[in-house]
């Protein structure tokens, strides 16, 4: 038996819309990693919007650092 579930990412409906600038990208995850870093390891919520925030991040620099190849 299989759970059903809505994954973080779906290529097929999560386009990525824009690609920041390289040292923007590093900015804002070098930021939400601060940020995130102070969440409650214990709040279940506090995790999914850690996970959630990181995951967009990383999208952004590996898209920025992708285009600069």
């Given amino acids: 038996m299989t ?4 994954p973080l990412f779906d290529p097929e409906k ?10 923007q990208a590093i900015d804002r995850a070098r930021n939400v990693l ?5 969440a409650n390891i214990h709040d279940r919520d ?4 850690a996970a959630t925030g990181l ?8 898209a920025a650092l992708d285009e600069q190849r």
Avoid: C, F, N
């Avoid at 601060?34 to 102070?38: A, D």
């Avoid at 506090?46 to 919007?49: E, G, N, Q, S």
């Avoid at 995951?55 to 590996?62: P, S």
């Fill in 14 to 23: 999560d386009a990525h819309v824009g690609v920041p600038p390289l040292q």
């Fill in 46 to 49: 506090a995790m999914i919007r």
């Fill in 3 to 6: 759970d059903s579930y809505d």
């Fill in 34 to 38: 601060t940020e995130k870093g102070q």
């Fill in 55 to 62: 995951h967009w991040v990383l999208l952004d620099l590996l």
